[in-house]
């Protein structure tokens, strides 16, 4: 038979899927012992190996997004195809999420019934999920210790070289931050965005305190309050002000995105309705999105955890609920893009861009 020939050869839905194996898959370990099989095995099995192939899904659409990203120059349309890879990963986060009211659709007691067969089998050794966390860019300095081990600990020499090797190549992160670093308009001609957004700022907070202080309207008290809730330029907004403190933000773990990248952010967000940045914007939103679902996701299953053994050890060996809680409060991986927000001020606030620079980001088509 021709190659072309096999191109447009049949093919079985079964033999396509690959069933027989897929669902000749799950094995109980209560049916294989001389014990009464447990029910509700099935359904555990079942829930965490269709965790395991959406894991599959998101590593086959992260890599490719990094990959896009890894590019010297970013291609324009690179971003759209990149925001709909991502925005599938969002989606099958939300999957993953409701998963966990299938799992509780089983009792702690049904749990019981089989619980001890698993043993020392966790969730804690999913190579997959590594992979996603190591691929979005979780840095090993910022993990919870897994019983005062590294997280890799549970895995063979083979995998533990994938998962090292995946940290020492480019993360969707560092992708996205040196993209960003790259962005243009920050600086063009006379233009300098800084310092436009340094007047702007300052004119925004002495109208706004003047504002609190003269009002009859509130208490010394409540006026004080409101102008610390304002901050100013020595608080909030000192350190996007400053280069020098934001380096040392960035040697203290406060933040981790480049201050360059920072203000690109920072641009693209206070000038999101200007055509071109629409998909930047678009893109930073989502993958801010990525970074909610899966602390969501985290604290569900704490909560899941909880719910099915209380304060006893994980089968792993782990703390259980415990660490599961502290990853959610400690793995964040986009946290400077939410960041972000603090830094905004009102349209009304905007310093109007140099009609040049509107000119190079709007859509312009001449016959």
Do not use: C
Not at 32 to 42: I, N, T
Not at 100 to 128: C, H, K, V
Not at 129 to 137: A, C, H, K, Q, T
């Amino acid at each position: 038979m021709s190659d072309e020939s096999k191109k447009y050869a049949t093919v079985h839905y079964n033999n396509y899927l690959g069933l027989d194996q897929l669902l000749g898959s799950q094995k109980p370990k209560s049916a294989e012992l001389d014990v009464e099989p447990a029910h509700d095995e099935m359904l555990f099995i079942i829930v965490h190996q269709a965790y395991e192939l959406w894991f599959k899904q998101i590593i086959h659409e992260v890599e490719s997004v990094v990959g896009l990203f890894r590019q010297k120059k970013v291609h324009p349309r690179s971003i759209g195809v990149s925001i709909a890879r991502l925005e599938r990963v969002v989606e099958i986060q939300k999957l993953l999420i409701s998963q966990i009211r299938i799992m509780e659709t089983m009792t702690p007691l049904d749990f019981l019934d089989f619980r001890n067969y698993l043993f020392p089998a966790s969730g804690f050794q999913s190579y997959q999920f590594r992979m996603i966390e190591n691929l979005l860019g979780l840095e090993d300095e910022h993990r919870i210790t897994y019983n005062g081990e590294p997280y890799d600990v549970v895995f063979d020499k083979k995998k533990k070289k994938s998962l090292k090797d995946v940290v020492n190549a480019t993360s969707l992160f560092e992708a996205v931050e040196d993209w960003l670093e790259r962005t243009p308009f920050i600086e063009f001609g006379d233009y300098d965005f800084l310092d436009a957004y340094k007047k702007a700022l300052d004119r925004m907070l002495k109208k706004e305190q003047k504002a609190i202080t003269e009002t009859d309207y509130l208490t010394d008290q409540e006026k004080e309050m409101r102008l610390k809730m304002l901050g100013g330029t020595d608080t909030y907004f000192h350190a996007v002000l400053n280069k020098e403190a934001h380096i040392e933000r960035q040697k203290a773990g406060e933040v981790r995105l480049s201050y360059e990248a920072t203000i690109a952010a920072l641009f693209i967000n206070l000038y999101r309705d200007e055509p071109i940045l629409h998909l930047p914007f678009k893109l930073l939103v989502t993958l801010i999105e990525i970074d909610e679902a899966l602390t969501t996701w985290r604290y569900r299953h704490a909560q899941m955890v909880m719910r099915m053994i209380g304060n006893k050890i994980g089968t792993g060996g782990s703390s259980g609920h415990g660490y599961l809680n502290k990853t959610a409060e400690k793995h964040h991986i986009f946290k400077d893009l939410h960041g972000i927000s603090t830094l905004l001020i009102p349209r009304s606030e905007l310093p109007e861009l140099p009609q040049v620079i509107k000119d190079q980001l709007d859509f312009n088509f001449k016959h």
